[in-house]
């Protein structure tokens, strides 16, 4: 079947505006993950869903980060009055209720000049 | 919080020739710990892991192993190959579906 999938694969914004980072998990999965991965570095966690849920949104930032999950299915990242710090590789994984396996989508490079 | 080390961050080896790769983590709750394989600009993708209960798990070339007492895990990569060629990231986490925290990774290079 189908793997995690993201879109857009790379998206290049500008200072100060508003971005969206789309993940569409493996059907079924029930557990949804957001990484970010800075360049030589390991996926550092952010959020977790659970459902519709967020179970854990540890790994946030600040809140210029927001992240939703309406229907237990598709989930989007959104960041507000980007920095160039925020540049980076966003990941998504998803895994089944119960499971360790996580599976992770190609990512979305994002780079803000 | 779960911290987790790994070394070293670069490993050169000749074609055939073995790679083992050391990872530590801090939280003596964790009990799952897989392993990633990360290709240049290609999403991580997991090789192999291994729960607490279970001292040691192979899969062909690859194995890991699992010491609790001292918190230490690692990946064996044994006649490695040139498309062995990537990065590693070992990972750990405390309950099933849970956050992963994540190791630096290391950057393997096997030469023919």
């Known amino acids: 079947g189908a793997g995690v999938s993201q879109t857009p694969s790379n998206k290049v914004t500008e200072k100060g505006k508003y971005v969206e980072l789309r993940c569409d998990p493996i059907?079924?999965?029930?557990?949804l993950y957001w990484y970010r991965q800075s360049l030589g570095q390991g996926p550092e966690f952010l959020i977790y869903f659970q459902g519709t849920g967020a179970a854990d949104d540890s790994g946030l930032p600040n809140d210029r980060f927001f992240a939703v999950r309406p229907e237990g299915s598709v989930s989007t990242l959104k960041i507000q009055r980007t920095e160039r710090g925020d540049s980076a590789v966003y990941l998504c994984?998803?895994?089944?209720?119960?499971?360790?396996?996580?599976?992770f989508g190609p990512g979305t490079r994002l780079t803000v000049l | 919080g779960e911290n987790v080390e790994q070394h070293p961050s670069t490993l050169s080896v000749q074609e055939g020739d073995s790679a083992v790769i050391k990872c530590t983590y801090s939280d003596s709750a964790s009990n799952y710990f897989p392993w990633y394989k990360q290709e240049l600009g290609k999403r991580p993708q997991l090789i192999i892991d291994?729960?607490?209960?279970?001292g040691e798990k192979k899969d062909q070339r690859i194995a890991v192993t699992l010491n609790k007492t001292a918190k230490h895990f690692s990946l064996h990569i044994t006649e490695t190959q040139p498309e062995d060629s990537a990065v590693y990231f070992c990972?750990?986490?405390?309950?099933?579906?849970?956050?992963?925290?994540f190791g630096t990774g290391t950057r393997l290079q096997v030469f023919p």
């Open positions: 994984a998803s895994s089944i209720q119960g499971g360790n396996e996580q599976f």
């Open positions: 291994i729960r607490s209960n279970v």
């Open positions: 990972a750990a986490t405390r309950y099933n579906t849970d956050k992963l925290i």
């Open positions: 059907s079924g999965h029930t557990a």
